[in-house]
C-alpha cells in the first residue's frame, strides 16, 4: 500500500467524509477523546485528525494538535475549530503519521482514530506514536481489524487487494498489529456499531526512538 494511495483517497472523499462517516464513527471518536483528555492541562496529539471532528469534545484546558497528511481534509478540519471558536487547538499540521516532526515526549496522550489501517507501516507508525508520547502517557486507538466472524473474515481478505489500492488495509489481524506496534495495550473495547471496529487504551511504558 502507498501512501499516495490514500492522500487520493481522501482528496475524494473529503467533501462528504463528515456525512458518510461522521454518524457512524461518531461513538468510538468521544469515548477516545473521554479517554484520552482524562486530566486538566494536557497536551494532547491527534494523528489523523481529519476534518476535525473529535476537536470540539476535547477539554476546553487541553491543548491539542492535529496532523494529517491530506490538506483537503485539515482544511474542513482548520475552518471547524475557526467556526466553533476552539480556543484549545493548537496547530493543525500536515505531516506523515510514520514521521512525525514533533521531539521524543512532547505530549501527554495520543490518539489515532481510524487510522491504523491506512497507513503504509503500522509498525512504523505506532513507534511514532509512542517515541512523541511522555512515559505513562496515555495513547488510544480505535480502528477496525480482522473480523472474528468467518464470513466476515472471507470478505476481508477477498477485498483486500482493491482495499490496497485506495489505501485501506480491509485484512488488518489484531493479533499481528499488537505484535508489531509493541504498544502496551491495557483495555480492549469494542466500539461503533455492531461493535465490529475496537477501542485500544495503551499505557506508554517503553517510549521509542525515532525509527530508522
Given at each position: 500500500?502507498d501512501?499516495?494511495d490514500?492522500?487520493r483517497?481522501?482528496?475524494?472523499?473529503?467533501?462528504s467524509?463528515?456525512?458518510?462517516?461522521?454518524?457512524?464513527?461518531?461513538?468510538?471518536?468521544?469515548?477516545?477523546?473521554?479517554?484520552?483528555?482524562?486530566?486538566?492541562?494536557?497536551?494532547?496529539?491527534?494523528?489523523g485528525?481529519g476534518t476535525?471532528?473529535?476537536?470540539?469534545?476535547?477539554?476546553?484546558?487541553?491543548?491539542?494538535?492535529?496532523?494529517?497528511?491530506?490538506?483537503?481534509m485539515?482544511?474542513?478540519?482548520?475552518?471547524r475549530?475557526?467556526?466553533?471558536?476552539?480556543?484549545?487547538?493548537?496547530g493543525?499540521?500536515?505531516?506523515?503519521?510514520?514521521?512525525l516532526?514533533?521531539?521524543?515526549?512532547?505530549f501527554d496522550?495520543?490518539?489515532?482514530?481510524?487510522?491504523?489501517?491506512?497507513?503504509?507501516?503500522p509498525?512504523?507508525?505506532?513507534a511514532?506514536?509512542?517515541?512523541?508520547?511522555i512515559?505513562?502517557?496515555?495513547?488510544v486507538?480505535?480502528?477496525?481489524?480482522?473480523s472474528?466472524?468467518?464470513?466476515?473474515?472471507?470478505l476481508?481478505?477477498?477485498?483486500a487487494?482493491?482495499?490496497?489500492h485506495?489505501?485501506?488495509?480491509?485484512?488488518?489481524?489484531?493479533?499481528a498489529?499488537?505484535?508489531?506496534?509493541r504498544?502496551?495495550?491495557?483495555?480492549?473495547?469494542?466500539?461503533?456499531?455492531?461493535?465490529?471496529?475496537?477501542l485500544?487504551r495503551?499505557?506508554?511504558?517503553?517510549?521509542?526512538?525515532?525509527?530508522?
Amino acid at each position: 500500500m502507498d501512501l499516495h494511495d490514500t492522500i487520493r483517497t481522501y482528496r475524494l472523499f473529503s467533501g462528504s467524509y463528515d456525512i458518510v462517516f461522521g454518524p457512524v464513527f461518531h461513538p468510538g471518536r468521544k469515548d477516545a477523546v473521554r479517554i484520552a483528555n482524562d486530566r486538566p492541562g494536557q497536551r494532547i496529539l491527534e494523528v489523523g485528525v481529519g476534518t476535525g471532528l473529535s476537536l470540539p469534545h476535547f477539554r476546553p484546558d487541553s491543548r491539542v494538535t492535529g496532523i494529517d497528511v491530506s490538506t483537503e481534509m485539515l482544511a474542513k478540519a482548520q475552518r471547524r475549530a475557526r467556526r466553533l471558536g476552539l480556543a484549545h487547538v493548537e496547530g493543525l499540521h500536515v505531516m506523515d503519521a510514520e514521521n512525525l516532526e514533533f521531539p521524543d515526549s512532547s505530549f501527554d496522550a495520543v490518539l489515532a482514530l481510524y487510522v491504523a489501517s491506512v497507513v503504509p507501516n503500522p509498525a512504523r507508525f505506532a513507534a511514532e506514536m509512542r517515541r512523541v508520547c511522555i512515559p505513562g502517557g496515555t495513547i488510544v486507538v480505535v480502528n477496525h481489524f480482522t473480523s472474528d466472524n468467518p464470513i466476515m473474515r472471507l470478505l476481508e481478505k477477498r477485498l483486500a487487494r482493491i482495499a490496497r489500492h485506495i489505501g485501506f488495509h480491509s485484512d488488518f489481524p489484531f493479533d499481528a498489529f499488537c505484535r508489531d506496534s509493541r504498544l502496551s495495550i491495557r483495555e480492549v473495547k469494542r466500539s461503533n456499531l455492531f461493535g465490529y471496529w475496537k477501542l485500544l487504551r495503551c499505557v506508554n511504558e517503553k517510549p521509542a526512538s525515532r525509527p530508522e
